[in-house]
């Protein structure tokens, strides 16, 4: 009979081993469902976030072109302002000694010739200024004789007599 407790005592032992077996078998299979649904979870969270990050970055790419072509822009707007320049002094160049022509051109009449000079034929300078002032009375008589027969006889009247 010893024999047969024993037996009943190893065969309850293995049915107590086989019931903790498949109760941490259940145990570790919840556990393992909870783990797949948490990666599953974190696999659509990471898909999700991928997506935005890659959404990000098409962003981020065509803020970098527009950019690359605002500073296009830019050195064009740049080299045009440098040729503007470049223009203007050109012009201002030309303005400058199209100026010392025209004064040139200008004085020529008075300026004396070296046979001139040596001649003694040159005019005092007083008498230069009598001339200069009479061709400017001569002309600013004839305008304001021309400018008084467009007028209307009454206005004409009036304006000579307060000059």
């Not at 500073?71 to 503007?84: H, P, Y």
């Amino acid at each position: 009979m010893a024999w047969q407790v024993a037996g009943y005592g190893v065969a309850a032992a293995a049915l107590a081993v086989a019931a903790a077996i498949v109760f941490a078998m259940a145990s570790l299979s919840r556990s393992v469902r909870r783990l797949e649904r948490t990666a599953d979870a974190v696999g659509k969270e990471a898909e999700a976030s991928l997506r935005r990050c890659g959404s990000l970055a098409e962003e981020a790419r065509e803020t970098l072109a527009v950019t690359r072509e605002g500073l296009e822009g830019f050195a064009s707007l740049a080299e045009g302002a440098r040729a503007l320049g470049e223009a203007v002094h050109t012009a201002a160049k030309t303005t400058v000694r199209l100026t010392e022509l025209y004064r040139d051109c200008l004085a020529a009449p008075f300026r004396q010739t070296a046979g001139e000079e040596q001649a003694g034929e040159a005019a005092e300078p007083v008498e230069w200024v009598r001339l200069l002032r009479s061709v400017w009375k001569s002309r600013r008589d004839r305008s304001r004789s021309s400018s008084a027969e467009c007028r209307s006889p009454e206005t004409g009247a009036d304006q000579s007599e307060g000059e």
